[in-house]
């Protein structure tokens, strides 16, 4: 079993930015896909940026050049650094790792974007 903990969620200004952490329980970043999801009221969970366990990195089009995926296995973390944040980027964010028989995810963090 493994345990994810988000945070770095908060109330922020249109243009302002973010950093979201995911801390696990233990390191298993090494042989895992993670991934950073959203959703937003009335929206369904979508997939934000994601990081293979090689270091391959895709983002979803609407955040591509504004938000960077990272990871730091010396910390069992995750990061997902979000830039010039929009108000349609307002939702709870969560973490979710994966592999070969296994499949886990945070309990989320809330960020709101609004002037």
């Known amino acids: 079993q493994v345990q994810l903990v988000e945070s770095g969620g908060g109330l922020v200004q249109p243009g302002e930015s973010l950093r979201l952490s995911c801390a696990a329980s233990?390191?298993?970043?090494?042989?895992?896909?993670v991934g950073w999801y959203r959703q937003a009221p009335g929206k369904e969970r979508e997939l934000v940026a994601q990081i293979t366990r090689r270091g391959m990195t895709n983002y979803a089009d609407s955040v591509k050049g504004r938000f960077t995926i990272s990871r730091e296995d010396a910390k069992n973390t995750v990061y997902l650094q979000m830039n010039s944040l929009k108000p349609e980027d307002s939702a709870v964010y969560y973490c979710r790792i994966s592999g070969y028989g296994y499949d886990y995810w945070g309990q989320g963090t809330q960020v709101t974007v609004s002037s």
């Open positions: 233990r390191n298993i970043f090494g042989i895992s896909t």
